[in-house]
T-cell receptor
Framework: KNQVEQSPQSLIILEGKNCTLQCNYTVSPFSNLRWYKQDTGRGPVSLTIMTFSENTKSNRRYTATLDADTKQSSLHITASQLSDSASYICVLGNDMRFGAGTRLTVKP | DGGITQSPKYLFRKEGQNVTLSCEQNLNHDAMYWYRQDPGQGLRLIYYSQIVNDFQKGDIAEGYSVSREKKESFPLTVTSAQKNPTAFYLC????????????FGPGTRLTVL
């Protein structure tokens, strides 16, 4: 069983709308949880890094939250733009266990 | 111009041949990683190295080999024992400290003919 599960698998939203992506994990404890954005055919780019003791971390229009009790993290994107269309990946721990990602499509 | 580079961008290989993918970084990072990504799938860890002359197997190391003779270089060899090598290969590096950003290279797309 994968130790990092992401949902939804894919999501389509209209430009300007907000959305929230989910990441559930089973690994505990861990040193950090990361969210990445990956454009098709490119390497992932880091969005946020949270340590086990942090609850939230923001980077421009991206806000990540972490609930260690429920073993869930979420990535909230506000005022979506067409360039936000990409895969968003949750990654756990120093050994870098990757979720399968959520494929986000922003339409005009 | 600092960063992490991979070459070549596209690579074609005949079945039964070994092939080596290059990964170089000038970020002075201690840790380097190799991942494989299949279409519509997440990244899977092949090998990682946290220090020169030492490396560890990831989740899917069978059919692959690596070396870490220099801090800045972590080449990956895809051997003929790898049953389904066609994929997108990504190299990454980071400092060993857990909260630092992991930087990824642009990737190499390997196709077995």
């Amino acid at each position: 069983k994968n130790q990092v599960e992401q949902s939804p698998q894919s999501l389509i939203i209209l430009e300007g709308k907000n959305c929230t992506l989910q990441c559930n994990y089973t690994v505990s404890p861990f040193s950090n949880l990361r969210w990445y954005k990956q454009d098709t055919g490119r390497g992932p780019v880091s969005l946020t890094i949270m340590t086990f003791s942090e609850n939230t971390k923001s980077n421009r229009r991206y806000t990540a939250t972490l609930d260690a009790d429920t073993k869930q993290s979420s990535l909230h994107i506000t005022a979506s733009q067409l360039s936000d269309s990409a895969s968003y990946i949750c990654v756990l721990g120093n050994d870098m266990r990757f979720g399968a990602g959520t494929r986000l499509t922003v339409k005009p | 111009d600092g960063g992490i580079t991979q070459s070549p961008k596209y690579l074609f290989r005949k079945e039964g041949q070994n092939v080596t993918l290059s990964c170089e970084q000038n970020l002075n990072h201690d840790a380097m990683y190799w991942y494989r990504q299949d279409p519509g799938q997440g990244l899977r860890l092949i090998y990682y190295s946290q220090i020169v002359n030492d490396f560890q197997k990831g989740d899917i190391a069978e059919g692959y080999s690596v070396s870490r003779e220099k801090k800045e270089s972590f080449p990956l060899t895809v051997t003929s024992a790898q049953k389904n090598p066609t994929a997108f290969y990504l190299c990454a590096s980071t400092t060993v400290r857990g909260t630092d950003t992991q930087y990824f290279g642009p990737g190499t797309r390997l196709t077995v003919l």
